[in-house]
């Protein structure tokens, strides 16, 4: 069983530079996702946030987007 290391929001945020608010606000339901990057132990209301998972989403290289989103809804792709 590989090792992970659980985090409260106030932790994880001092780890990544946020603030715990931003966290539970912004980027818990839309960025992180329950089950990969958060558990909610014995079913409770309690978050800890899986720092390994976190840590190698935050690193990872993301593509460069050459969409322009348009007045008008859409994207052009140029």
């Known amino acids: 069983m590989s090792h992970q290391t659980f985090l409260t929001t106030e932790e ?7 603030d715990a608010r ?5 980027l818990k339901d839309s960025v992180l996702i329950e089950g990969v990057h958060y558990v909610r132990p014995f079913g ?19 593509p460069r987007s050459t969409s322009i989103p348009m007045a008008a809804g859409g994207v052009c792709n140029g």
Do not use: F, P, S
């Open 12 to 18: 994880l945020a001092q780890r990544i530079k946020y």
């Open 44 to 62: 409770g209301r309690k978050i800890l946030y899986i720092w390994e998972q976190i840590l190698e989403d935050m690193t990872k290289v993301q």
């Open 22 to 26: 931003t966290i539970r606000n912004q």
